[in-house]
């Protein structure tokens, strides 16, 4: 086996600049997306009192999701001693890290007083899964920075392996702490089920790794570094076994809320009546996010193409968000079920009036907030790798 | 802006001399409950537990003094619209702590109305998701959030189940003596907290209410009001199957 | 040659030394001109009291403190008769304007210029947060 170097990013500078003057200007308009919402308030988003968590949080916990999911070629390499894939490792790993590291920076603009974050640095509710995600995330910033190191530092090596168990473990307990988040409501309808911890789980193998692979080939294309096929079809075959994983979870989910009478209503409202969510469930999750890229990944002929590989790592990210979007926004559309065998015909508070859902429309404020917290966390990229990306030559 | 501040402030004055005369004439039962209520100096604890028991036969359709009340107790009214606006959007970013439901059995179709508000659990799930421990519950039962360390995550939003919160989404213009609140913060109805301090032991709905249809009182005490009426006339909890033995019980929905 | 870079090092001291005293004496210049422009002047109550819920100094340097406890136990406790109460400070340190109307202790400028708040927390730009919330006039 040759031996792994690892040179810097050697992309024409004038291309590099090109990158980062793009990804600057997504940056401010996100930024003055912020003042704009802090100085006004929130009333300027689409948010409200009905519909309490908004787009924000979906590219949030998208992105944080992914954040865990975008760490699984080191751990394949680390914790499994899959060889092949350690040259990937270290641009998986800090891929985890700016994934987070953008997602909880929408988090945390998004809150009503973002200034108190010390706040929630210093006073902890310990029963709060909340507060308990806090630690898990900067725990995983910390635990795959120092995985980091033992990677790319020979001094370093000997911890090698139980920092890439460590990571591995960590991950897996922030997923189930991120699905926890709406496991644990027991108030609303779409959520308050143990299985949306390992859902989140699923998922977040997928979207990571869909992410993972189109960042991996746009580097390499970018530097005309050759990638060599056998790491791409390794990471769709990879890839397709995560998204059927998902397609069974989802599938869980509904089936066991569709037996019990009680969730009747709320299974018809996403399945059937409920307009965009439905739509997106149906179109977004399952369709884009699901069976196309899985029909792909597996085609005899398409699954063989690199840009049709290309393309369905962006149905699997495109497929997530419509997927976190029904989860989060769709579930606190459905009215709570507070008065089991009656109607609401009339409320000063928009109580599900006649069954009738909480309506919904995204500013664009809010989406800037979102979508520029997806850009920042891909920023930190090309400034950071610029000393380390895995040279191809040695993955076959 | 002034005059909203001194108004509101003689309508208090006023209600303090009413609360005092009433302690004077009625029995003496109702004067030795006043005297229960912590006086202002000292601290609550759980020999009391408020509590409150609606009586939606009596809940009129169409009326909605109680939450007019509300509105104005903890001034939640004392700012307009902002410029640029949408109305329909606006409408449902406004804090509500009190609304009015009215409700149809799908099978007999009888109509029944009542006041939802915050139902001060004894397990309130929002205090229990809260990340900074700023949702909580007093001693005395009232759950309330305490707005200095609230961060505005909206977590007990999503984790109340009666959806008793609202989210702050602008600038208070008007800064309320009583109930001091402001942009970016979670607020709920805190039975009127401010007033029981003071040794009062009324809330504004209860006040507001033509029908006599809130009772409030203290739980603990077998002899105050609720507590009679609760162990005479049949209550139940919204979502008693969550278990979250709520200080607020209806009767007749 | 040695003796020429001892002077110029001679020279840059004294210049630094100048430098740094005139830095000095502006800053303290400044302090003096706040207090002369007579911005902490307290209102009539506070003149008339004896003192405030502590010494004069001690409030000075602490006075965070004690309203960040009291409020802790206000809102936490329901104990509302608290020495910290953001509402007795602002009772007693408002200043009334002739027509009877008090103007906000958190005002930079206006009528009796900057008042009890603003005056020191510009001064220091330490930001309040307080009167987001809390009332900057009295309600009595």
């Known amino acids: ?396 | 802006m002034k005059t909203t501040d001194q108004t509101d402030h003689k309508r208090r004055d006023f209600l303090k001399t009413g609360v005092a005369a009433s302690a004077v004439t009625l029995a003496p039962g109702i004067v030795m409950h006043t005297a229960e209520a912590a006086p202002r100096d000292k601290a609550v604890d759980s020999s009391v537990r408020w509590g409150m028991l609606v009586d939606t036969f009596k809940c009129a359709s169409g009326c909605d003094s109680c939450v007019q009340a509300c509105n104005e107790e903890n001034g939640l009214e004392a700012y307009s619209m902002p410029e640029g606006a949408d109305p329909e959007k606006w409408d449902q970013q406004r804090p509500k702590w009190m609304r009015n439901v009215t409700l149809k059995d799908n099978l007999s179709g009888r109509i029944s109305n009542l006041p939802l508000m915050c139902q001060h659990c004894e397990n309130p799930p929002c205090a229990d998701v809260c990340p900074t421990g700023a949702s909580f519950r007093r001693a005395d039962g009232i759950v309330m959030v305490d707005r200095h360390t609230c961060i505005g995550c909206r977590y007990c939003m999503m984790a109340c189940p009666y959806k008793a919160r609202s989210f702050i989404h602008e600038n208070v213009d008007i800064k309320p003596e009583l109930a001091p609140r402001g942009k970016g913060c979670v607020e709920s109805c805190n039975f009127c907290v401010h007033r029981l301090d003071d040794g009062e032991t009324s809330t504004a709905c209860q006040d507001a209410c033509p029908e006599n249809a809130i009772i409030f009182g203290d739980l603990n005490d077998p002899n105050s009001e609720v507590s009679k009426a609760l162990a005479e006339y049949p209550s139940v909890q919204i979502r008693a199957d969550l278990r979250l033995n709520t200080g607020v019980r209806y009767s007749g929905i | 040659m040695s003796k020429s870079i001892e002077q110029k090092s001679v020279k840059f001291a004294v210049f630094l030394a100048v430098l740094v005293s005139m830095l000095m004496i502006s800053t303290a210049y400044a302090g003096k001109n706040w207090r002369a422009e007579g911005n902490s002047k307290a209102s009539q109550m506070a003149q008339n009291a004896e003192m405030c819920v502590r010494d004069t100094d001690f409030m000075r340097r602490n006075h965070m403190e004690l309203i960040q406890h009291d409020r802790d136990v206000t809102v936490r406790q329901g104990v509302r008769t608290l020495d910290g109460s953001l509402k007795g400070c602002v009772t007693c340190h408002a200043n009334k304007q002739e027509s009877g109307e008090y103007v906000p202790v958190t005002a930079m400028s206006g009528p009796g210029g900057s008042q009890f708040c603003a005056s020191c927390h510009v001064y220091t730009s330490v930001s309040l947060d307080c009167f987001q919330c809390h009332s900057t006039v009295p309600t009595e």
């Open chain 1, 1 to 396: 086996m040759k031996k792994i170097f690892y040179k810097e990013w050697d992309i024409a500078s004038q291309t590099y600049w090109m990158i980062l003057a793009v990804l600057a200007v997504i940056s401010a308009v996100a930024g003055f997306a912020v003042l704009h919402m802090e100085h006004s308030g929130h009333w300027v988003t689409g948010m409200s009192n009905q519909i309490v968590w908004g787009t924000p949080h979906v590219f949030a916990v998208f992105l944080i999701v992914a954040a865990s999911g975008a760490l699984n070629v080191a751990s394949i390499a680390s914790v499994f001693n899959k060889k092949a894939y350690k040259p990937l490792a270290p641009l998986s790993a800090l891929l985890a890290v700016a994934l987070l590291i953008g997602g909880l920076l929408i988090l945390v603009l998004d809150l009503g007083r973002p200034e108190r974050l010390m706040v929630a640095m210093t006073t902890y509710n310990f029963k709060s899964i909340f507060a308990w995600n806090i630690l898990l995330y900067n725990g995983f910033i910390a635990i795959v920075a120092f995985y980091l190191w033992t990677i790319l530092d020979r001094k370093m090596n000997r911890f090698y392996k139980a920092a890439g168990v460590a990571a591995f473990v960590w991950r897996l307990i922030l997923t189930t702490g991120t699905g926890s988040i709406f496991g644990f409501l027991v108030a609303r309808q779409g959520y308050d089920a143990a299985i949306l911890a390992p859902w989140f789980i699923i998922m977040s193998f997928g979207f990571g790794l869909a992410i993972y692979m189109l960042v991996l080939s746009d580097f390499f294309r970018l530097s005309d570094r050759p990638l060599g096929d056998s790491v791409m079809f390794r990471l769709k075959n990879l890839l397709g076994v995560f998204v059927a994983a998902s397609l069974l979870l989802t599938l869980m989910y509904h089936m066991t809320n569709l037996y019990g009478t009680e969730n009747h209503a709320f299974e018809a409202f996403i399945l059937r009546d409920g307009g965009i969510y439905t739509a997106l469930f149906w179109i977004g999750e399952i369709l884009i996010g699901g069976l196309l890229p899985l029909a792909i990944v597996f085609h005899p002929s398409l699954g063989k193409s690199r840009s049709w590989i290309y393309a369905a790592a962006i149905m699997v990210i495109i497929g997530g968000i419509a997927t976190i979007y029904v989860i989060i926004i769709g579930g606190q559309a459905f009215p709570m079920a507070m008065f089991p065998g009656k109607t609401v015909i009339a409320s000063g508070f928009y109580d599900g009036i006649n069954g009738l859902a909480s309506t919904y429309s995204p500013s664009l404020a809010e989406a800037l907030l979102g979508i520029g917290g997806g850009v920042r966390m891909l920023k930190i990229l090309p400034m950071s790798m610029a000393d380390e990306v895995a040279d191809p030559h040695s993955a076959s």
